[in-house]
């Protein structure tokens, strides 16, 4: 993956050329300790110029302002249609799909699982928030089923995937209820999703990549790349709200050309 300081641009071979996608580091930007540097987070106790610079930085690789969601570990996706219904208004989703060219698909975090999808024909793009709650509630069910609806000829098979920087399988510990949840929720459950911690009986290491290609192969998507990355042992590169509490968040971008 070729490396600026302040952003990674995905090597996604199978990728139209029209489709563009790029993630932010925590390095380049301006906030002081704990938010150092890069932090485009405006929720998390920063100051606002300070964000306000980062994102000014991030500005300078993208073709326009970025589309900006409010996250809330749910499941909504925010469309082109919805967006021009609410004028202007902050956008409550986890995912947000387009296909409108040089619209910047967003997604902010700090261990959390950042997904982008594109079609084939690089006509349709999709971004998806999956923490843990949302992908096991249906957010990339839904931001597939968004795609699809924007593109009527459009079949899950020629859509890509890219899995950017989450907490890693050796890092994400989860207790019970987490794993109850996905054992419930009537989807396939991998079986190195969850691995028993030796000597904490009910707690778990969670495979947020495993669990996101799970539910991607599911639906028929097979085209999936990504997924070595570990924002809670790679300090250097990303935020980590498991590692520090007080952070910052990275920025996951997908973009089409006009």
């Not at 606002?48 to 690789?61: E, F, M, P």
């Not at 795609?147 to 459009?154: E, F, G, N, V």
């Not at 042992?233 to 997908?254: L, N, V, Y």
Request: charged share 15%; proline share 6%; hydrophobic share 40%.
């Amino acid at each position: 993956m070729p490396q600026a300081k302040s952003v990674l641009i995905p090597n996604w071979l199978v990728k139209p050329a029209a489709v563009h996608a790029l993630v932010t580091t925590r390095e380049g930007g301006i906030s002081k300790t704990p938010y150092h540097s890069l932090n485009l987070g405006d929720h998390v106790g920063d100051g606002a110029k300070q964000v306000l610079a980062n994102r000014a930085i991030l500005n300078t690789h993208i073709p326009q302002e970025p589309i900006w969601l409010e996250q809330v570990h749910g499941t909504h996706v925010s469309t082109p249609q919805s967006r021009r219904a609410i004028k202007g208004a902050p956008i409550k989703a986890d995912a947000a799909v387009s296909d409108i060219p040089n619209e910047v698909l967003t997604i902010l975090t700090a261990d959390c699982l950042p997904v982008l999808l594109a079609s084939d024909d690089g006509k349709v793009i999709g971004a998806a928030h999956a923490g843990w709650r949302g992908l096991c509630n249906g957010v990339l069910e839904n931001t597939v089923t968004a795609m699809l609806a924007l593109s009527p000829h459009l079949s899950v098979a020629n859509i890509s995937v890219w899995l950017g920087p989450a907490i890693g399988p050796q890092a994400f510990e989860v207790g019970t209820d987490v794993l109850d949840a996905f054992t419930q929720s009537g989807k396939a459950l991998p079986d190195q999703a969850f691995i028993a911690l030796e000597g904490s009986p009910g707690k778990y290491f969670a495979n947020l990549y495993l669990l996101a290609k799970s539910r991607l192969n599911e639906m028929g998507i097979v085209q999936i790349e990504g997924g070595e990355f570990c924002t809670y042992t790679d300090q250097s590169h990303f935020f980590s709200f498991r590692r520090d509490g007080q952070t910052g968040r990275i920025a996951s971008c997908i973009w089409m050309s006009g």
